[in-house]
C-alpha cells in the first residue's frame, strides 16, 4: 500500500509549511511529552508546523462543503465538528502527538474550541473484562465498548448539546468510577487510540467513518518494545510510594522479575495486537509519522488519494 503514499523525509517536509505563530517554549513542550517520549522546537518547526499548513487545507475544505451542502439541502446553517482520528501502538508516542496538536491547533486557530479525548475511556471496566474472561486481552478489540464510542462519535458529529464519556486511569489501570469528560460542542475533536482505524465486524458504521483527517503514529517494533520497557521503568519509579497506583506492587518487588514480568506483556499482549489489530489499519490514515531510534521522527507519508 505504500505506492498510495508520498514518501517525504524530514529535510523536504520541514521546508513545506506557511507562515503560523506558534508561540512554544521548552517548559510547555514538557508538560505536553509523554514519560519517556521526547519532543524538542526543532520538532515542532520542522515536522508539526507543515502538519498544520496541511491540515489547513483539510479544514477549509471541511467548512466550505458543509456550508455548500447545506444550502443545496436548504438546512438551517450549523457548525459540523471537525473530527481528527491519532492511532498507532501502544508506547509508539500518540498521547504527545495528540496533545501538541491540540496545542498548536488552538493557537493558530484562537477562537476554535478544540478538545481532545481518548479512547482509553471506552475500555469495559476490569471486572467485565475479568467476567468475560478478557482481562489478559485489554487492549484487543473485544475490550472495547465500540458501540458506546460509535455513539458518542454520532453525538458530537450532530452537534448535541453535551455528552459526557467515561475516563479511564492508567495508575489504577481501570474506568475511574463516576468521573466523566464533558464534550461540549467542540468545532474540532481530536480522538487518539490504539483501535480507532479498526474495522470491526458486523458493524454498520466504524469509528472512522466520523474522521475528516486521521494520523497513524508508526516505528519499528523493537524500537517500540524498547520505549515500553523504559516506560514501565519509570511508571515503576513514580508508583514506588503510591499504595494505590497499579504498578506499586511491581515498584516494591524484585525489580528483574517485574521488568521479565512486563518483556512477557509485550510479546504475548502488546506485540500480538499490534501485528494483528492496529498496523493493518496503517495505511487507512491519511497521513503516517514514522519514527526511528529516540523517538525522532525522519520522514512523513502523505497519502495520495
Do not use: C
Amino acid at each position: 500500500m505504500i505506492e498510495n503514499y508520498d514518501k517525504i523525509d524530514r529535510q523536504e517536509w520541514k521546508a513545506l509549511h506557511l507562515d503560523y505563530d506558534i508561540n512554544l517554549d521548552s517548559h510547555v513542550l514538557e508538560k505536553l511529552t509523554s514519560l519517556n517520549d521526547r519532543i524538542s522546537m526543532q520538532d515542532v518547526k520542522e515536522i508539526y508546523a507543515p502538519m498544520i499548513s496541511l491540515f489547513d487545507f483539510y479544514w477549509k475544505h471541511h467548512r466550505i462543503r458543509h456550508k455548500k451542502q447545506q444550502l443545496f439541502l436548504h438546512q438551517e446553517m450549523r457548525t459540523v465538528p471537525f473530527i481528527i482520528g491519532i492511532s498507532g501502538s501502544v508506547s509508539v508516542g500518540k498521547s504527545t502527538t495528540a496533545r501538541l496538536l491540540q496545542t498548536i491547533l488552538q493557537q493558530v486557530y484562537p477562537d476554535k474550541h478544540i478538545v481532545l479525548m481518548t479512547t482509553d475511556g471506552f475500555l469495559f471496566p476490569n471486572q467485565i473484562l475479568s467476567e468475560r474472561g478478557l482481562l489478559d486481552r485489554k487492549g484487543f478489540p473485544e475490550s472495547y465498548d465500540m458501540e458506546r464510542l460509535v455513539n458518542f462519535l454520532w453525538a458530537v458529529k450532530t452537534r448535541q448539546d453535551t455528552v459526557d464519556i467515561p475516563v479511564y486511569s492508567h495508575d489504577i489501570y481501570d474506568i475511574v468510577p463516576d468521573t466523566y469528560q464533558t464534550i461540549n460542542q467542540p468545532d474540532i475533536l481530536i480522538v487518539e487510540g490504539i483501535n480507532v482505524l479498526q474495522l470491526p465486524p458486523n458493524r454498520e458504521i466504524y469509528v472512522s467513518d466520523f474522521f475528516d483527517w486521521s494520523i497513524y503514529v508508526d516505528a519499528d517494533p523493537l524500537d517500540i518494545e524498547q520505549w515500553f520497557l523504559e516506560r514501565f521503568n519509570l511508571l515503576m519509579d513514580l508508583a514506588k510510594n503510591d499504595p494505590k497506583n497499579f504498578y506499586y506492587t511491581f515498584a516494591i518487588g524484585d525489580r528483574a522479575e517485574a521488568i521479565a514480568m512486563a518483556k512477557q506483556v509485550w510479546k504475548d499482549t502488546n506485540l500480538k495486537n499490534l501485528e494483528e489489530y492496529i498496523l493493518p489499519t496503517k495505511y487507512r490514515a491519511d497521513f503516517i509519522l514514522h519514527k526511528t531510534k529516540n523517538h525522532i521522527i525522519d520522514y512523513v507519508l502523505l497519502k495520495k488519494f
